[in-house]
């Protein structure tokens, strides 16, 4: 007989090749042949809603390595609710609008300027559905899974109805004014910025110190002495209005280079310094009150800078003196609103200097620098001149640098309802915690948001002017203008004439002749996705407002989470979400933000058609995404390593079920055997901690669980245990339906755990399951660990019996290396140990000849019996020795039964029994 055929292997035909670039796609096209998003929201349909809102992703270009975090992230959390209880609808969608894509049209060849603004604006739309059909096909290929066919876009007319809607109420409530301040000034994209478009890099810049004359003292200084001031922008210098000072501080007026200067006294010490001042006398000390209204002369022109008070004067830098330019910058403009100075802005558009810079005209502002510093230089106003390398801000589109500059802005009011704000971050959930100390400071120190843009591609203001220039933003206007923008696009807008686009027969006292203008300026795309709470969550059947979960990149505490939260606050009183969480920046493997310039961008398609999007998921799912990750094809490979390893112990598992039936084969927990229950137990365990890391969004928790548990707990234990069982007992030996019953749950666990991670090779292994009608994991639910009242006690007892077979394992791992045995079914072993260890050694109900996976096991006595040779650890010693006998043809072990049986001299007594009872010789 050939006994190789009597032994019970492992029968399956899951491959253990994944091949995922080329099965994926297979499995995706079955999701879509069988709608598994609709299957799984109608099997769920009555269950609690758990919504997870998509913000928005720009629609331009393909996806990077951070977006493919941003939605994994997201799918795993909804693939695991939609498991654990609750109805999960998941609506993508896409922001649309905005200067990205007017640059791109523009960089295609499409001259805006020889078109009209609605043909340019239907060019935009056009590109903008090309993108988001581009990217829809990417996340699918990750496999996101979602209403793909029905997303929501920024650009449709619905969302832009809704949209002015938001802005009607918040204009019906007094938050929406126009104002000339200074804003966040892009002269490369010739339009107002928010504090979100801003990014910050590094620049050279000069740092000047310059003397402005005192005018008139009031008493408190005299003509003879000099305010000196400190810039990193000369080209601000024509547009000074004041010097402002802090009334708290203490001010001096020194002799110094045959001359007086005002500066503070506490940066006397270091303006000396910087300035060269030897032999530096104080002459007398003025606090900083007493300044007030002092005039100083403007070192350029013939007109007066006026001395003011502001808290926003410091010690940290400068001369205590604050040059005050009221027209480009915030504090600038408060201080001088407060006095009653003009709001003076000397650059225009593109950033050239105007008239108002006087001789300086014509120049762009950082070309105006050096002959500023020489006109000051020239009239003996230049105190010094230096470069020093700073962060500045900069244009998060263009990259190029941006200033302050004062124009006449749309203005959503903050400080109206900042209270509320606040209060609204309390009232939110934050992961990771420090989430809520970020936006509440942001929206705590924040000003009035500027949402008007000087672009073409985007929602208009929907604000007319009447013939005195009035503005008119009323209840009839709004509602009349949402209307058209639902039937018709906000193309219409531009259109349409001012009187086409009000009511018929619209009139107003500030029109006695009937005519009207319309506002030229868009919304900030901030605007666009702060209203999806309204335009998506709100307008959505099977979605609602606020929504559970916002999930998006750390930026958004500035962007998205910010605009969503003033304009849900504004109109509604609450925030949009209940829950924030925020994900890191992926940057490569040596912690280094990718750009094309470093020719280190890892694109998800490019590890997608090298490794499978699951690979891609698990690595993602490995990360601790709450702060910066990093990725490069070496971890990926390691990934994928452990991806192997997890494909592999589900096709043993797998190949052992072979001949089990769940209906007629299953052992109740009652009847297995002890170690049995040890592992059930360790199961119900990784259940439990996997199930409560899902819970917590901590999938590097899951992660971790998963390898250990099948590194651990099966490959290193129960599978290899399970081989001298599932493979050499009968096929209805109780012992072998008991390990294929715990075989089976855990096969049915990991499955379910690990589906919203790598769903791919989960719903692979599924469809080769023979004991479910489900077509598919996706439609099944999470296992709920499993408490046993032997638990405790079985615990306690197997931690013990699972020290002493580390012990004996060592040993066997010296044995080996020492050429004492080759394989450990080769070995005897003796274990010498306290009385209380003998007794649980002794247990006739436990086979630790095969727990350990060695032929013969003995208890020799106690420890400090056991010769110097042993291994000891733990109280426990441990000798290997050539177990005595013959090796059994078809198990292996050495016993010195083979041979007792005549008609199977090379099997072991327990073998011959067993092929004796199941199997007859073949004619």
């Known amino acids: 007989m050939d006994y190789k055929n009597t032994l019970l292997m492992p029968k399956t035909d899951f491959p253990m090749r994944g091949n995922l670039p080329n099965n994926e796609p297979k499995i995706q096209d079955k999701w879509n042949e069988m709608d598994i998003n ?5 099997r769920t349909k009555d ?68 078109m009209s603004v609605a043909e340019f604006r239907e060019l935009c739309m056009q590109y903008a559905y090309e993108q988001v059909n581009n990217q829809r096909e990417q996340f699918r290929r990750i496999g996101v899974r979602g209403d793909w066919e029905n997303p929501y876009i920024t650009l449709k007319p619905e969302f832009e109805a809704r949209q002015i809607g938001v802005f009607g109420r918040m204009a019906e409530k007094g938050y929406i004014y126009k ?212 962060s500045y801000p900069h244009d998060w589109r263009t990259k190029k640098p941006v200033i302050f500059r004062a124009t006449p802005q749309w203005f959503a009011s903050i400080e109206s309802f900042r209270g509320e704000l606040l209060q609204a971050i309390r009232d939110t959930n934050f992961t990771p915690v420090w989430g809520e100390t970020r936006l509440y400071n ?93 335009g998506v969550l709100d307008e959505r059947p099977e979605l609602r407002y606020p929504a559970d979960l916002y999930l998006e990149g750390s ?48 694109a998800p398609s490019k590890v997608m058609n090298q490794y499978g999007a699951d690979i891609l998921r698990l690595w993602v799912a490995s990360v601790d995404y709450t702060a910066d990750v990093r990725i490069s094809m070496d971890m990926l490979k390691q990934v994928s390593e452990v991806y192997r390893k997890v494909r592999n112990t589900l096709k043993f598992l797998h190949g052992n079920l072979h001949d089990f039936n769940r209906e007629t084969d299953y052992v109740a927990y009652e009847d297995l055997r002890e170690v049995d229950q040890y592992m059930y137990m360790k199961l119900q365990q990784f259940i439990k901690t996997v199930r409560e890391a899902y819970d917590a969004y901590e999938f590097a928790t899951v992660y971790k669980a998963m390898n250990n548990f099948i590194s651990s707990d099966l490959s290193s234990f129960y599978l290899d245990l399970a081989k001298d069982v599932v493979y050499i007992e009968g096929y209805d030996q109780p012992a072998r339906r008991a390990m294929q019953s715990v075989i089976a749950d855990t096969l049915d666990a990991l499955l379910k755990l690990l589906s919203p991670i790598i769903p791919h090779t989960a719903d692979e292994m599924w469809s080769y399951l023979e004991d479910t009608d489900v077509p598919s994991v996706q439609l099944t639910d999470m296992p709920d660990a499993v408490a046993k009242d032997n638990f405790e006690t079985l615990d306690e007892k197997w931690s013990r019996i699972m020290e002493i077979r580390s012990v004996v394992l060592k040993a066997l791992e010296q044995a080996r290396n020492h050429k004492v045995i080759g394989k450990s079914l080769e070995a005897k072993v003796t274990v010498y140990c306290d009385e209380q260890t003998t007794a649980l050694l002794q247990d006739p109900t436990i086979n630790f000849a095969q727990l350990s996976i060695v032929s013969q096991f003995v208890v020799g006595g106690l420890t400090s019996e056991a010769p110097d040779s042993a291994v000891e650890q733990d109280g426990i010693a441990v000798t290997v020795e050539k177990a005595e006998g013959e090796k059994c043809e ?34």
């Not at 809102?53 to 990077?64: Q, R, S």
């Not at 979100?196 to 005192?214: C, K, L």
């Open 47 to 114: 269950r609690t809603p758990f919504i997870l809102h998509d913000g928005p992703p720009y629609a331009n270009g393909d996806l990077h390595m951070g977006h493919a975090l941003n939605k994994v992230l997201k799918d795993m959390i909804n693939r695991h609710r939609s498991m654990t209880g609750y109805f999960v609808p998941y609506v993508p969608g896409w922001d649309t609008h905005g200067l990205p894509i007017e640059q791109a049209l523009t960089k295609k060849g499409h001259d805006r300027k020889k």
């Open 890 to 923: 078809r198990c292996w072990t050495i016993s010195e039964t083979v041979g007792s049986n005549e008609q199977h001299p090379t099997l072991c007594a327990h073998c011959a029994e067993v092929v004796e009872a199941y199997y007859v010789e073949a004619e």
């Open 38 to 42: 609709k299957l799984v929201l109608e």
């Open 179 to 390: 104002g000339l301040k200074p804003v966040y000034w892009s002269p490369s994209s010739e339009s107002a910025l928010a504090e979100a478009e801003i990014e910050y890099a590094n620049v050279t810049s000069p740092s000047i110190y310059v003397a402005f004359a005192v005018e008139d003292g009031k008493g408190v200084v005299n003509q003879d002495e000099k305010f000196i001031i400190w810039t990193t922008t000369p080209w601000t210098i024509p547009a000074n209005l004041g010097i402002s000072v802090n009334p708290e501080f203490t001010y001096v007026v020194v002799k110094a280079n045959n001359q007086k200067y005002i500066v503070a006294k506490d940066l006397l010490e270091d303006v000396a310094q910087k300035l060269g001042f030897e032999n530096v006398e104080i002459d007398r000390e003025i606090s900083g009150a007493d300044l007030e209204n002092v005039t100083a002369k403007h070192p350029l022109f013939d007109r007066t800078s006026l001395v003011m008070l502001g808290d926003h004067v410091t010690a940290e830098a400068g001369t205590g003196c604050v040059h005050t330019a009221t027209g480009h910058g915030e504090d600038d403009y408060q201080v001088g609103k407060r006095y009653g100075l003009e709001t003076l802005s000397i650059v225009d558009n593109k950033g050239m200097m105007t008239e108002d810079a006087g001789e300086f005209a014509g120049l762009f502002y950082e070309k105006a620098n050096g002959p500023i510093c020489d006109k000051l230089e020239e009239v003996g106003a230049l105190l010094s001149k230096t470069f020093f390398e700073h």
């Open 555 to 602: 930026d958004q505490y500035r962007g998205w989470f910010n605009s969503s939260l003033i304009t849900s606050v504004a109109i509604n009183g609450h925030a949009p979400y209940k829950g924030l969480l925020s994900h890191g920046f992926v940057l490569d493997g040596d912690g280094r933000k990718m750009s094309k310039s470093l020719g280190n961008i890892i």
């Open 442 to 534: 942001m929206i705590r120190d924040r000003g009035d948001w500027c949402i008007s843009r000087q672009r073409t591609w985007g929602v208009p203001i929907p604000v007319f002017y009447a013939e005195n220039g009035e503005e008119i933003i009323t209840k009839e206007t709004i509602e009349h203008v949402q209307n058209l923008f639902r039937e018709h696009g906000s193309n219409i807008w531009f259109q349409k004439t001012a009187k086409e686009l009000l009511p018929e027969g619209f009139t107003h006292p500030g029109s006695p002749n009937g005519e009207f203008t319309k506002e030229n300026d868009i919304m900030d795309v901030w605007f666009d996705s702060g209203s999806t709470h309204q």
